[in-house]
C-alpha cells in the first residue's frame, strides 16, 4: 500500500469509527420450561372469563393452523376469534396478558401433569390421545371400541383437577359413565377430530369428557419471562493516570479535565495515532477536544429557569398526544439533564397549572404532599417499592392471574 494512503486512511478510520454507535448490553431472562404455544396460552385467558367461552373458543380455532401459517397470521387469528368472546375491557387485557405470558406457568402446570400421566400409561406416540380408565385411545375409532368393550361403567375413574376443563354434560353426579379425559395441543388435526368425537358422546350422555392441554413437539427455545426489570452493573477495573491540565473551550474559559497526554478517549489511542501519523497531529488534537467538550458538556440553567421544570414536562407529554405519551415520559425521565434545557423553553398552558394545582389540593386531604410519589389504579393505591407489572395487572383484573387448585 502506498504510504500516502497511510494518513488519510488512518482519518477516514477514525471518522467512521467514532460515528459508530455502541451496541448496548441487552439482558434477557428465560424460565426453566420451553416457550408455550400462543394458541393455548389465549385459550386459558379466555378460560379465566367464562368456560363455555372456552369450549367456543376450541371450536373457533379447530383449523386455525391451515390459515395462519405465520406468527403474525397467527396472532392476527387468535385476536380475531378472542375478541367477540371477551368484553372491551377483558379484551384489552387479553392483549397484554399475551404480551407478557401470563398464562404460560399455567400451560407449563398441564403439560406436567400429562408427564406425569404418560410415566404410568408408558410410551404414546400420537400427539393427541385419549385415556379412558387408564386406556389410551390415539384416534376416534380406537375410542369407539373402548367405550364398546367397557360399556357404560367407569372402572377406574381418573384423577381430576380443579383446573381441569370440563366440557358441558347433561350427566348428573349420580349418573354412571366412564370419563374421557383428552390430551392435545389446540389447534392441530388431531386436536380437532378427538374433540369433535368426545362433544358428541358428551351431549349424547355417554360420557364424562374433560380437556388438558399437551404439546407434543414442544419448541427448543426456553420462554423469554416479561416485565422484569434487569440492572446490569460493569465497573472497569483499570485506573487512567490524570492530572489537573487545564484544556481551554472555544469561549476561552478554562475547564479542568483531562491531560493533552491522556492517551485513550472515546475508545482511540490518540498517542498511538500522534506517532504514527505525526503529519495528523494537529487534526487528531481537534478531535480529540471535540470529543472531550461532548463528553463534559452539561447545559448551565438558572435558578429560575429550574421552578416550573415539572410543569414543563408535563407539558411536552401532554402535547405528544395519546400514542407518544408514555414514550415522552420514559425518555425525559431517563435523560432529563440533557434535556432540562430544551424542556426550559416549553410553554405550560393556564390549564395544565390550573390542573396540577387542583391534584395538589386533593391528595393534600390525604397526607401527600406536592413533591410526593403516589401510584394508583382505578383509585387503588399501589405500593411503588413492590409492585411489578404482574401485580399491577391482576389488581386491574383479578382474573388475569388465576390461583392453581390442586
Not at 371400541?145 to 361403567?153: K, P, R, S, V, Y
Request: glycine content about 6%; some cysteine; overall charge negative.
Amino acid at each position: 500500500m502506498n504510504s500516502r494512503l497511510l494518513p488519510v486512511f488512518a482519518l477516514l478510520w477514525a471518522v467512521v469509527h467514532c460515528q459508530h454507535t455502541p451496541k448496548p448490553i441487552t439482558a434477557v431472562l428465560h424460565a426453566k420450561w420451553p416457550r408455550t404455544p400462543l394458541l393455548v396460552e389465549a385459550s386459558e385467558f379466555v378460560a379465566s372469563e367464562d368456560n363455555s367461552a372456552f369450549w367456543r373458543f376450541v371450536e373457533a380455532t379447530a383449523d386455525i393452523h391451515s390459515t395462519a401459517h405465520t406468527d403474525k397470521g397467527l396472532y392476527d387469528a387468535v385476536l380475531e376469534q378472542a375478541e367477540p368472546l371477551l368484553s372491551p375491557l377483558a379484551y384489552s387485557l387479553f392483549i397484554f396478558a399475551l404480551s407478557l405470558h401470563t398464562q404460560s406457568p399455567r400451560v407449563e402446570m398441564y403439560q406436567q401433569v400429562a408427564m406425569e400421566r404418560l410415566r404410568v400409561l408408558g410410551e404414546v406416540g400420537c400427539p393427541a390421545f385419549v385415556d379412558v380408565s387408564g386406556k389410551v385411545a390415539c384416534s376416534v375409532e380406537e375410542l369407539d371400541t373402548i367405550l364398546q368393550e367397557d360399556g357404560a361403567e367407569e372402572s377406574t375413574p381418573p384423577q381430576l383437577f380443579g383446573f381441569d376443563h370440563h366440557y358441558p354434560s347433561r350427566l348428573g353426579a349420580q349418573d354412571h359413565a366412564p370419563t374421557a379425559v383428552l390430551y392435545a395441543e389446540l389447534g392441530t388435526q388431531e386436536c380437532s377430530a378427538l374433540h369433535s368425537a368426545l362433544a358428541a358422546l358428551s351431549r349424547e350422555g355417554r360420557l364424562r369428557y374433560v380437556f388438558r392441554h399437551y404439546v407434543k413437539r414442544q419448541s427448543q427455545r426456553k420462554m423469554r419471562l416479561s416485565g422484569y426489570g434487569v440492572e446490569l452493573a460493569v465497573k472497569s477495573t483499570e485506573y487512567k493516570a490524570m492530572d489537573d491540565a487545564q484544556i481551554k473551550q472555544e469561549d476561552g474559559s478554562q475547564v479542568v479535565g483531562e491531560a493533552e497526554g491522556s492517551d485513550e478517549v472515546e475508545g482511540f489511542l490518540f498517542n498511538t495515532l500522534k506517532s504514527r501519523h505525526p503529519s495528523l497531529s494537529q487534526q487528531l488534537g481537534e478531535w480529540r477536544e471535540h470529543l472531550l467538550q461532548g463528553a463534559r458538556e452539561m447545559p448551565e440553567l438558572r435558578a429560575w429557569q429550574l421552578q416550573d421544570l415539572g410543569y414543563q414536562a408535563s407539558q411536552r407529554m401532554l402535547s405528544a398526544g395519546p400514542d407518544l405519551a408514555l414514550k415522552v415520559l420514559r425518555d425525559t425521565a431517563q435523560n432529563l439533564p440533557a434535556l432540562a434545557k430544551s424542556l426550559s423553553r416549553t410553554q405550560v398552558s393556564k390549564e395544565l397549572r390550573q390542573e396540577i394545582k387542583n391534584n395538589q389540593k386533593i391528595l393534600s386531604m390525604y397526607g401527600i404532599e406536592p413533591g410526593s410519589n403516589i401510584l394508583l389504579l382505578n383509585g387503588m393505591v399501589l405500593q411503588e417499592e413492590s409492585t411489578d407489572i404482574f401485580k399491577s395487572a391482576t389488581a386491574a383484573f383479578p382474573t388475569l392471574i388465576t390461583p392453581t387448585h390442586t
